[in-house]
């Protein structure tokens, strides 16, 4: 039964980071808007959306802390975790929501002696999808923060309810989707979709920066254009990211608790041994990811070669 | 004996979180767009993000185990591993996703693989990717981060009473004002030790190890006033 719950929490995870990403994108949240920032400074009038409210660690622990105090205030109130933690993530939403209005408007008012005009219909087309892009993260999280807080009552061994309260874990998870959804999707975005009409398979160099690619495979490219593109994959292995860590963080655990003797009878005397194995469980996955980054970076080095351009 | 193990274990904390920024290869921006080597996110960001996973593991294991080597390594262990699925991704976009060989941009042979890094190298870029070097150094950093995060909650936690949540709150507190000052010290990029920024550090160690004490006395001062969860 605790395996079932870990690995329902590790679908949820995969669901919270992806669409974590592909709110960033967008909503242009992140370092990636670094250029879309700069673009009117160099000429390049947009319509792309400019919501860099802070980094996106700061900012998705601050919607899903709200989210997680609302449940958790719900919850104790007695309320079904089915009502509480929607309710929780609609509230975190309503903030993003206001957030990205004064970012956006902010920001672009800011940018009028570049002649960048704030177009309306860019600020009302984007709020619905950044909304419910987020709301998709925020309860995922809000619904791991709650199932980790209460992981023992449902699996009927209460002294496994994790020890801190369901508001702390969502800042927990909050943290680390917006660290991850930051560190790995936005190079799809960034390195790729933003400088499309620039040479494959190199770095950005300075020279093109800020001179964003603003026409879309049809028209002028928003911010809805880059999305679909990312959605197939950026975000999807972000996702995967912040699943494969959940999934090595609870798996080695409780591999660690099963083989240590601590499960399935809660046998105190056991808990270090318990802990020993997971350790070592969990170090022989990171010496294994270190082969294969050594692999992946031997694969592309050997497939696509030395720099060739000018 | 319990004030000193305590501040004890808040200054190793603070000095091992700075040690642990600053050898994570992190590129912020530019990173992002391929322009710089590391991963693509801010330093404090990144760092916060590894350790907190290394104090959600940590406080997992409080729970059943109370020795404080193992519950703080479990937590240096829960960060070695987020580290090192960002980096491995990161580079699986960088490769696949916009086809750039990871590369350094500070070093022209990397140190431990011993594989040629100036010709792979975009012009006016400085290097894109995780390459090898960088991506030991980050794991390395990501493990003494998280031992020294989850050995701050352990302190709180035992030889302060203070209550669960409210140590997690306390050590992140002290471990975010301790990664901050490593990130201005190191001022918005490093590739990892093998960066010529890495000799900054003692600097860091020392300011961090001052803000560390003086967080591990009013810890202390705190505990003993009450209020934050049980007697002494």
Known sequence: MLFAWMLLIVVLALIACMFEDLESDVGSQSNPNSQVQLAPQVGQVNRFFNKAISGEAPAYAMYCTIAGV????????????????????????????????????????????????????????????????????????????????????LSGMSQL???????????????????????????????EREFQDRPFGEGKRVVYHGKITRYAECGIRTQKDIVYFCAKYGGPITGLTFGLIILFENWRTLVGMMLGGYLPNIEAAAGNMAAIIGIV????????LIVGNVVVVKWARKRYGPFVGE | MEPILLIVCVLAGGVLASLGVHLLPVGGAPAAMGTATGVATGTVMLMLGAAMCGLFTASSVA??????????LSGGVGSWLMMGVTMLMANLLYVFGTGIVPVSGRVDVDPITGESQKEYRT?????????????????????????????????????????????????????????IIAAYNIGGTIEGFQDPKFKRLPKALLTCGVIS????????????????????
């Not at chain 1, 800042?171 to 660290?179: D, K, L, N, R, S």
């Not at chain 1, 469980?281 to 294994?288: D, E, F």
């Not at chain 2, 729970?63 to 703080?72: H, R, T």
Request: hydrophobic fraction near 50%.
């Open chain 2, 123 to 179: 012009p006016q870029c400085d290097g894109h990717g995780v390459p090898n070097v960088s991506y030991i150094s980050g794991m390395m950093g990501a493990l003494l981060g998280g031992f020294g995060g989850a050995i701050m909650y352990f302190g709180l936690l035992n030889y302060a009473n203070f209550e669960p949540t409210m140590a997690g709150v306390a050590a992140t507190g002290i471990f975010v004002s301790n990664a």
């Open chain 1, 161 to 191: 309810n994790h020890p801190f309260a369901l508001p702390m874990l969502a800042f927990i998870w909050g943290i680390t989707v917006g660290a991850i959804g930051s560190s790995t999707g936005d190079i799809h975005y960034g390195t």
């Open chain 1, 281 to 288: 469980a969990g170090l022989a996955i990171g010496i294994a």
């Open chain 2, 63 to 72: 729970a059943f185990s109370d020795n404080i080597l193992l519950v703080s």
């Open chain 2, 213 to 232: 004490l003086l967080c591990g006395v009013l810890v202390w001062v705190v505990a003993n006033l009450g209020g934050l969860g049980g007697t002494m």
């Open chain 1, 70 to 153: 609302i449940a958790f205030v719900l919850l104790s109130k007695g309320a079904h975790p089915l009502l509480a933690i929607p309710i929780g993530a609609v509230v975190g939403e309503a903030v993003h929501v206001i957030f990205s209005v004064t970012a956006h408007v902010g920001r672009t008012a800011a940018q009028k002696r570049f002649e960048q005009p704030i177009y309306l219909d860019v600020l009302y087309g984007h709020l619905l999808p950044i909304a419910t892009h987020g709301f998709m993260a925020t309860l995922c999280i809000t619904a791991i923060a709650y199932i980790q807080s209460n992981l023992g009552t």
